[in-house]
């Protein structure tokens, strides 16, 4: 029988959606005051109550200063919390704001202040309340902005970031699902105005996938949908991973040393080797080792293809014409020359006097 979308979560179900993080030392719990954190934070408490030993709980609210009930918010989430027998914190985002791109830099500052109260803390992972909804709107954002098949894959149930592991046990749970589970325990939780707000695009693009719904593309299917995106980019990245391997040990066979596998300032790659392997692992290669070397990056999507393009066109041009390319992407030089492929640290930019 199919899960009922509006079902409360059991304390059975929270054991299990939990279970990965019974033995971490310690979990910071990202809470805003909205429905989805609060029930992170209610069946959180409820689950580390029925263990005998487990990790230690902090709930943090991040007051981005840019609402004038956020303090409010925050007392509330600071008295639940207390009653639920789990220390809190809450953090501000202090300076200037930036005039555009807002959400993205309210999002970052987000992260790097739960990342630091982790690492002061002792906890080894920051709990998120990312919903299933929140995953099929991350797939559609990043579809039209163009993203690879790594972006389309969305976001991970675990990733690295600040330093600290960024978990997210509710990606394959509607919000609707966490809603009943507060209705039922009689919580209650802020509503943000600002999710509604169709000025920035998260809300839009929640707007388009209602419609969507009615077409199949609701939003258990577009989750399903980054799911196995997911599991087609891990595969790709074992694949290229074993290519690096077999690139280095091409460099080694004709007598010199590779870099293309250390965390030297310096990746080699011999370019008839290099043009045999398929596309997509040759652009993940070039991504991976502008990344390393650079010092501008992430490199940009589009700019590594436009450039890989350009390899690709060098190194088919007859014997009679010499192989030479060299571009700069994100902070790396990255050169063909000699039959071999080079990519190392740019000269730091020079700025001007005014």
């Known amino acids: 029988m199919p899960e009922d979308d509006k079902s409360p979560i059991s304390a059975r179900q929270a054991k299990s959606l939990f279970a990965d993080w019974k033995h971490a030392p310690g979990l910071v719990l990202a809470v805003s005051g909205g429905p989805d954190s609060i029930a992170l934070m209610w069946l959180v408490a409820r689950w580390r109550g029925a263990l005998s030993r487990g990790p230690s709980l902090l709930a943090v609210t991040v007051d981005h200063g840019l609402r004038a009930e956020a303090a409010r918010e925050a007392r509330e989430v600071k008295r639940l919390a207390r009653h639920l027998g789990m220390s809190h914190r809450t953090v501000r985002w202090s300076g200037d704001k930036p005039t555009s791109g807002l959400p993205a830099a309210a999002r970052a500052a987000r992260y790097r202040l739960l990342a630091t109260v982790a690492r002061r803390s002792g906890a080894s992972h920051i709990l998120t309340a ?27 149930r675990e990733s690295e970031r600040e330093g600290v592991l960024l978990a997210r046990p509710f990606l394959n749970i509607s919000k609707s699902r966490l809603i009943a589970t507060l209705e039922k325990a009689k919580i209650g939780y802020a509503d943000d105005p600002t999710n509604r707000d169709t000025r920035f695009t998260r809300p839009r693009i929640r707007n388009l996938i209602e419609g969507l719904g009615a ?27 074993g290519a690096a391997r077999y690139l280095a040990l ?24 290099f043009a045999a392997l398929p596309e997509e692992i040759r652009l993940r290669l070039l991504l991976r080792a502008i990344d390393r070397v650079g010092h501008e990056g992430p490199a940009e999507l589009g700019k590594a293809e436009a450039l890989l393009a350009a390899l690709d066109r060098a190194l088919q041009e007859t014997a009679d014409r010499p192989q030479r390319l060299k571009q700069t992407l994100a902070g790396a030089v990255v050169s063909l020359a000699g039959g071999r492929i080079v990519i190392a640290a740019a000269p730091p930019r020079r700025h001007r006097a005014n």
């Open 130 to 156: 990312h919903t299933r909804d929140d995953q099929a709107e991350t797939l559609l954002m990043r579809l039209l902005r163009g993203s690879g098949i790594g972006g389309l894959a969305a976001m991970a």
């Open 215 to 241: 077409e199949g593309g609701d939003a258990s299917n577009l989750a399903r949908l980054a799911s196995r995106l997911a599991r087609a980019n891990a595969a790709i990245e074992i694949l290229a991973d």
């Open 250 to 273: 091409r460099d080694q066979t004709i007598g010199s040393r590779s870099t293309a596998a250390t965390g030297q300032r310096k990746a080699t790659f011999e370019a008839a080797a």
